[in-house]
């Protein structure tokens, strides 16, 4: 993880030196880095739809095959392989989502030694004398910036950004409203990105609906293994935000700003990715 802190570092140093401001360093890192994710996005939106189209196949194998439990296996791996289709694709992209945020999570936390790659020494003299005044902040390095930043221009940073101090800390500051506006902003995003994730794959499923002749209700009593995957794909969707709230409480509000950026930026993908696969789709089908 710290490997990719550290990658992720140069790249928002390089930022800060443009705009000499540690918010639009991370709103423009947000950028790039979702432009560099667009292939997975792209991936991800085409395996939920895919997904959506191999319901009723698959529903179709379990009916014929409910007797004979070794049949029904075969089938489902030989459906898959013919689709070129895994049933992980969407935890596969969780996965990735998960091990971004810690590692931004990370940058956030120790900008001074993954994005400023200030000598560690320099870091533990400075942590020795906050320790001495008695400072024990979570976020050290957060401290030491704020303690000393202005007499060093080493560890300097300019953490204001649009009136909000992007280096406070929401369950360090609670009596401090202003702690409140970027994680609720992240949280109203996170709600739209999971509503419009769900409109799309309600959309693909009732327009699948509209074709068959209601056969499938047969079956529906058992949930076929790629039911089972695309549920355990939904919890992982439900799960990254909440997670995410939960650790931009306690964290730095330079982490939160991050992922509400990322947040917008995800809803106008889905919005645009989807709506060309629909258009092709329906060029396809004419």
Known sequence: MGAI??????????????????????????????IILIPIT??????????????????????????????????????????????FAGCFSSIIQLVIILAVFWLVSQPLTYMKKIDPSVINDYKTQLQQEGNQSTYSE???????????????????????????????????????IIPILYVISSVISIKITNNFAKKRQNKKKAITDGTDIQVAEEPNELETMEAM?????????LMSVFIAFIAPLGLALYWFVSNVLMIIEKIIIDTIMEHKEEKENV
């Open 5 to 34: 802190s550290q990658l992720f570092g140069y790249l928002l140093n390089a930022l800060y030196t443009v705009f000499n401001n540690y918010g639009i360093a991370i709103i423009v890192f947000s950028i790039i880095l979702r």
């Open 42 to 87: 792209i991936k991800q939106q085409k395996s939920l739809k895919k997904s959506a189209e191999l319901q009723e196949e698959m529903k179709e194998i379990q009916r014929k095959y409910k007797n004979n439990p070794e049949k029904l296996n075969q089938e489902t791996i030989d459906l898959y392989k013919r689709e070129k289709m895994s049933p």
């Open 142 to 180: 957060i401290a030491i910036i704020n303690k000393f930043g202005t007499q060093d221009e080493r560890v300097h940073l300019n953490m204001e950004f649009l009136g909000l101090d992007l280096s406070k800390v929401p369950s360090g500051n609670l009596n401090d409203w202003t702690v409140y």
């Open 233 to 241: 794909n939904k919890n992982m969707m439900y799960m990254l935000p």
